[in-house]
Antibody, heavy 114, light 107 residues
Framework: EVQLVESGGGLVQPGSSLKLSCVAS????????MHWIRQAPKKGLEWIAL????????YYADSVKGRFTISRDNSKNTLYLEMNSLRSEDTAMYYC???????WGQGVMVTVSS | DIQMTQSPSSMSASLGDRVTITCRAS??????LSWFQQKPGKSPRRMIY???NLAAGVPSRFSGSRSGSDYSLTISSLESEDMAIYYC?????????FGAGTKLELK
């Protein structure tokens, strides 16, 4: 069974950093591109980052470019999102998703507030 | 960036109704269009990919179509379990972009 489990969220102050993890199981993680997608409270979905299966390419939304870094460790079947210089507008549920969006994690909440 | 204009933003319909939701792309996206369903408190679920392909496990009352730059998700006969928010997503160009969503409610 394919599973994606996010962790690492929480309440942080503006300007701080946080690193999210997404542990994959039930499939060959190293064969799939992976995404991070977020959803602010009561808002729509926002795609924020993609990493190729072999980390050769990474793409970001303008809203997070230069502040967020997507990475992966295929030996640990884990996807990461390092978030720096967090702002109140980064408050959202963060989801990881596989390849063409066929599997999503349950999401992890990040709240940026003083 | 490619803009995805989704309509309507909300709608109410009766059980058994035929329902259609539309997304218009600001640039050519070919068939790089997916539809997702999201129920309250749940993660999104892929319903349609490649504009017209039914995702695994999705009931056959759901279908996707394309007419030029307009993409549609149709539910042929609405059931109570279909009440949700639906989003389109273009995946031909980075950044990927979602439509704003359509909230489908029971009349």
């Amino acid at each position: 069974e394919v599973q994606l489990v996010e962790s690492g969220g929480g309440l942080v102050q503006p300007g701080s950093s946080l690193k999210l993890s997404c542990v994959a199981s039930g499939f060959t993680f190293s064969s799939y591109n992976m995404h991070w997608i977020r959803q602010a409270p009561k808002k729509g979905l926002e795609w924020i980052a993609l990493i190729y299966y072999d980390s050769s390419n990474k793409y970001y939304a303008d809203s997070v470019k230069g502040r967020f870094t997507i990475s992966r460790d295929n030996s640990k079947n884990t996807l990461y999102l390092e978030m720096n210089s967090l702002r109140s507008e980064d408050t959202a549920m963060y989801y990881c998703a596989r390849g063409k969006g066929d599997y999503w994690g349950q999401g992890v909440m990040v709240t940026v507030s003083s | 960036d490619i803009q995805m204009t989704q309509s309507p933003s909300s709608m109410s319909a009766s059980l058994g109704d035929r329902v259609t939701i539309t997304c218009r792309a600001s640039q050519d996206i070919g068939n790089y269009l997916s539809w997702f369903q999201q129920k309250p408190g749940k993660s999104p679920r892929r319903m349609i990919y490649g504009a017209t392909n039914l995702a695994a496990g999705v009931p056959s009352r759901f279908s996707g179509s394309r007419s030029g730059s307009d993409y549609s998700l149709t539910i042929s006969s609405l059931e109570s379990e279909d009440m949700a928010i639906y989003y389109c997503l273009q995946s031909i160009q980075y950044p990927y972009t979602f439509g704003a969503g359509t909230k489908l409610e029971l009349k």
